[in-house]
């Protein structure tokens, strides 16, 4: 394997429908690049940087619509209870921040969370959405979560609803549309080992050409 160049900081970012092997495709390329990768790590060390409790931000985090005048989260400090109270933007900063201080140290991948419209300055960003077959990421459910195809799809349903609405309130953008990525890939059509191979060599070819 090529040496990652020690003058940039090559970042990856993942968006990926629930089902469409997204997440253990950010597994494996991490692996093969030896890079950390972070997806639900993020709200723990989000609630770290802030002092904050990860309830805070987990409640953020599942909320299945955003509005500008709605959504406060009271904050509870130690046995003491804040008057002020925390929107899903505060959250959202606070999140924001660990991640570009995350990509500010080192090479790495981050799963969802925005990430790639967080660092959409970041000229060693390669971003990238996985899609599936809808009967493919149902296959996939059914397996993983032991559920019912009925259920499985209600899942992928429900899951692309609330991803959707958490990316387009705080991009401006629109989830999983090819314009919005460098890189968009259907799983179905490859499989999760070709989808792999796929992204690691344009990763090398993006940032490790002489």
């Known amino acids: 394997m090529n040496e990652v160049s020690t003058t940039v900081h090559p970042v990856i970012t993942i968006g990926r429908q629930l089902g469409s092997g997204g997440f253990l495709v950010a597994k494996i390329l991490s692996n093969r690049l030896a890079i950390p990768f972070f997806d639900k790590e993020l709200i723990t060390l989000a609630a770290q940087e ?28 130690g046995n003491m209870q804040d008057s002020n109270y925390l929107s899903n933007e505060t959250l959202f900063k606070i999140q ?27 000229p060693n960003l390669l971003s990238v959405f996985i899609s599936a077959n809808i009967e493919d ?46 890189i968009c890939v259907n799983t179905s059509a490859l499989g999760l080992g070709k989808t792999t191979d796929l992204l690691f060599e344009i990763f090398s070819y993006k940032f490790k050409r002489s």
């Open 137 to 182: 990421r149902i296959k996939m459910l059914v397996k993983e979560k032991n559920v019912s195809p009925k259920e499985a799809k209600r899942l992928t349903e429900q899951a692309d609803k609330k991803r959707s609405a958490y990316y387009n309130y705080y991009s401006n953008k629109v989830w999983g549309t090819a314009t919005c990525y460098d």
């Open 96 to 122: 924001s921040d660990v991640i570009r201080n995350i990509a500010q140290k080192g090479s790495c991948i981050f799963v969802g969370r925005c990430a790639d419209y967080i660092l959409r300055n970041n």
């Open 50 to 77: 802030s002092g904050l409790r990860k309830e805070f931000f987990e409640k953020a985090d599942e909320k299945n619509s955003f509005s500008i005048f709605g959504n406060f989260i009271g904050a509870t400090f």
